[in-house]
């Protein structure tokens, strides 16, 4: 069975009519909207970097901050939604500023829990760049919590992966903390 006649038995098993004019092309379209909510699973880390590193002799923190996040929760189904901040230590090696975006995409735009997405992103980062230390910090909005169960409206997750120096150094951990206003 295709996904769109799977939603269909989705619209039926809700008690609704898929007949009726406003469902008529729903199947399709939500087919088409859950495989582009997904499409990181069709993409590979060496695809999205694809040869965007450059030499550089720079051994200071690089961070991109606020980067948007959209992902679907494992669980439910539903949109978690919010930001990510990775930071990381070049040995050598930096990537192209739109490829951490990226990376954070590919693996957002997949079936996740918060703590694997941020640890993913994480040891992807420390792969492709060999860094002496990655830090990313992920805070989300779940609809899950927001929408159903405990309702909770304002309610953030925050999750966060230390590789390396982020890991072994409380200074470096709180210079990076403190840089997306995460410290205490
Ligand atoms: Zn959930």
Do not use: W
């Not at 930071?87 to 735009?109: E, F, H, N, Q, W």
Request: aromatic share 6%.
């Amino acid at each position: 069975m295709n996904l769109p006649q799977h939603y269909r038995e989705i619209l039926l098993g809700l008690g609704e009519d898929p007949q009726r004019e406003g469902l008529r092309d729903t199947p399709e379209r939500a087919a088409k909207a859950m495989q582009y909510l997904c499409h990181g699973y069709a993409q590979s880390l060496e695809e999205i970097v694809n040869g965007a590193l450059f030499a550089s002799t720079s051994d200071e923190v690089v961070i991109v901050r606020d980067i948007e996040l959209y992902s679907l929760c494992e669980h439910h189904l539903l949109p978690f939604i919010g930001k990510a901040h990775v930071a990381y230590i070049p040995t050598g090696k930096v990537l192209g500023l739109s490829k951490v975006a990226r990376i954070v995409d590919m693996y957002a735009r997949r079936l996740q829990i918060q703590e694997s997405l941020t640890r993913q992103i994480a040891e992807a980062i420390q792969s492709v760049t060999n860094a002496a230390g990655v830090a990313v910090v992920i805070e989300a909005q779940h609809m899950c919590m927001m929408m159903r169960g405990v309702e909770k409206q304002n309610s953030q997750m925050l999750t966060s992966v230390m590789l390396g120096a982020f890991r072994e150094s409380s200074n470096t951990r709180q210079e990076f903390l403190q840089l997306i206003g995460r410290s205490k």
